[in-house]
């Protein structure tokens, strides 16, 4: 559990006495948390217990009030959103976070890593890579049929897809997701736990999530956060049976 | 894949061809010169308007104080003319002959150093676009950075309409006053007062405004354009897929500020005159209301919105002159209410689907329909 011996360069993000506080109540405090090249991470723990505090630390919402966080040797406490973005961290947001006027084309096409300057953006134009590349990511989020429908109107479990395949393009070394599967439907979640496992192949993962089961299916292992703190981390096994998780937050 | 065409839909292409006919057609054959001017005046606004379309109605950021930037491009374009007309000769019975008029009341006893470079004609069209633009940078980059947005960015885009205002009026010597800089005579030797003149300067204002509306559709058709409308729906999204937002804020701040220049300068040219009375709130919300009675997501929109509204407002100030103001609030609040999308929306809803359903008759008789709300 603790990286005893092992130098920061090992792990492709490592979080140091990670604290932000918002008027005095520390919502993170003093956090450390370690994850491995190619490790799926699922972080649990009861409401307001900082999970998704810590997802908008790492991509740059929030800023620390103290501690650092290093991705791939880099410090992120210091770099603007769209920095850490460029560097390589992708972040999924807890309700669908889509472009609803837009078609689903669109939405992929506009996640694309090209032309994201200014006059990048002018210039851009739709070539044959463009559209390789989201109807590549379109098949695997079972959107293909659905590349010229607006987004509005996609289901809701379509839309969380919608937004995971925006991260997909991006092709990020890291990967955040904030509960995917939340108000999905049992088909729909069983699919999203089949996309979820082929697009985490070879990939860092951190995901928040409540389904227990999900859990069980997807983690490589689990950290337990409690008011702003790590309570417990290891395998679900592990984690399970230890008696402070079950007391504040499995035994409920 | 979305197919378009180029720059327009084939519908669109067809408005655009009924706006040029109508503009450069219609409106000259049946007017008189002393209308069409009143027309071309109002089509100034038109270029205000399509700003909005853009940075408003696409960019979901909405400006109360685009006057600044129309009256800072009909300032420069003054600033020529009137050093123009003050010519040693012309004004040789003030006490510091050269200077315009204006100074010589307030004892201003040279040429201010800032006032120079509009001598050249060239700097002046290079300072209508940048002198705007310049100014749009730094009061964008000033708050998009900071990440104000929304009502807080109208409030401050107003303030700043009210500061220039006062400032124009309280720096007469320099700035003409409350009356602005008048008496407006020749562009480079060409009296723009004659009918002739007049008819000219209608066809390049209605030039320009065709090709700026070709320009701001080639901006929504583009990337940027799409990026436009992710971030009015989803800002942070687009923050996290890697795009510095701000950036791309202040960027259409500025075209939209430019492009509102240039129908400030051809207002200069075709009206004569420009006083702070273009710059300040009043005007500058009137402008919004152009574009949002035309359809604030439609560019042919703002242009009929900005025709129809300045038309309604001189034939019903000329009859009830107080009642004008209760009126264009009246018409905001209800279009607004019941027509969020404007004319452009109405058009769509109501006008396309019947003309779908007459066109065979309609095509029977070998006639286009006329689907624009033009009257």
């Known amino acids: ?252 | 894949m979305p197919t378009v065409g180029f720059l327009f839909s084939k519908k669109e292409w067809l408005y655009l061809a009924i706006l040029a006919a109508l503009l450069l057609i219609v409106l000259p054959a049946s007017v008189d010169i002393f209308r069409l001017n009143l027309i071309g005046k109002y089509l100034t606004y038109a270029f205000v308007a399509l700003g909005l379309v853009l940075l408003w109605g696409n960019g979901g950021i909405l400006s109360l104080g685009q006057g600044i930037f129309f009256g800072l491009g009909g300032y420069c374009m003054a600033m020529f003319l009137k050093l123009e007309a003050s010519t040693p000769e012309a004004t040789k019975i003030q006490s510091t002959p050269g200077i315009p008029d204006f100074m010589d009341w307030n004892q201003v006893t040279a040429l201010p150093f800032w006032w120079q470079p509009f001598h050249s004609f060239t700097f002046t069209l290079l300072a209508i676009i940048l002198v705007p633009s310049v100014f749009a940078f730094i009061i964008g980059a000033a708050m998009f950075k900071r990440r104000v947005g929304g009502v807080y960015f109208a409030i401050i885009t107003q303030a700043v309409a009210a500061i220039l205002t006062i400032l124009i009026i309280g720096q007469q010597g320099y700035t003409g006053g409350v009356n602005g800089i008048t008496d407006l005579r020749t562009l480079l030797g060409w009296d723009i007062r004659t009918d002739s003149a007049k008819l000219i300067l209608y066809f390049i204002n209605a030039g320009l405004l065709i090709g700026v509306l070709l320009l701001a559709q080639a901006v929504r058709m583009s990337k940027f354009g799409r990026l436009l409308i992710a971030m009015r729906d989803r800002e942070d999204r687009v923050r996290f897929s890697g795009y510095d937002v701000s950036n791309f804020k202040i960027f259409i701040f500025c075209l939209a500020a430019a492009i509102s220049a240039i129908g400030g300068a051809m207002f200069t040219l075709q009206v004569g005159f420009m006083s702070p009375s273009f710059v300040g709130i009043v005007p500058s919300i009137e402008m919004v209301i152009f574009a949002a009675v035309g359809g604030r997501l439609s560019l042919f929109g703002a242009i009929y919105g900005a025709l129809l509204v300045n038309a309604a407002k001189t034939t019903f100030s000329e009859s009830f002159p107080e009642l004008w103001l209760f009126a264009m609030g009246g018409l905001f609040i209800a279009v607004v209410m019941a027509f969020p999308f404007g004319l452009a929306g109405v058009v769509k809803d109501y006008v396309e689907p019947f003309v779908a359903r007459r066109l065979p008759v309609l095509l029977g008789r070998g006639r286009a329909p006329q689907p624009q709300a033009a009257q």
């Open chain 1, 1 to 252: 559990m603790q990286p005893i011996g092992q130098t920061p360069k090992e792990f492709i993000l490592s979080i140091d006495a990670l604290t932000v506080s918002f008027d005095g109540f520390k919502a993170v405090n003093d956090l450390s948390l370690y994850v491995d090249e190619n490790e799926i991470r699922v972080i649990i723990g009861p409401n307001g217990a900082g999970k998704t505090t810590v997802l908008d630390l790492i991509c740059g919402r929030t800023k620390a009030t103290s501690g650092s966080i290093k991705f791939e040797g880099r410090e992120l406490t210091k770099m603007r959103e769209h920095e850490i973005v460029h560097a390589g961290v992708g972040r999924k947001f807890q309700n669908p976070s889509i472009y609803e006027d837009l078609t689903v084309f669109e939405n992929l096409e506009l996640s694309f890593p090209r032309g994201r300057s200014v006059f990048g953006a002018l210039a851009f134009r739709r070539d044959q890579e463009v559209i390789d590349r989201v109807e590549e990511v379109a098949e695997m989020i079972f959107l293909k049929d659905q590349l010229r429908t607006d987004a509005a109107i996609l289901s809701h479990g379509q839309k969380q897809w919608l937004e995971i395949g925006m991260l997909l393009i991006q092709k990020p070394r890291l990967l955040m997701l904030d509960e995917p599967v939340a108000g999905m439907s049992v088909a729909e979640r069983v699919k999203t736990a089949d996309l979820l496992n082929t697009i985490t192949k070879n990939q860092s993962v951190i995901v928040i999530e409540h389904d227990m089961k999900f859990v069980e299916d997807i983690a490589h292992r689990v950290t337990v956060l409690h008011q702003g703190k790590v309570l417990s981390e290891g395998t679900m096994d592990r984690v399970k049976h230890d008696p402070k998780v079950v007391e504040v937050y499995l035994g409920h």
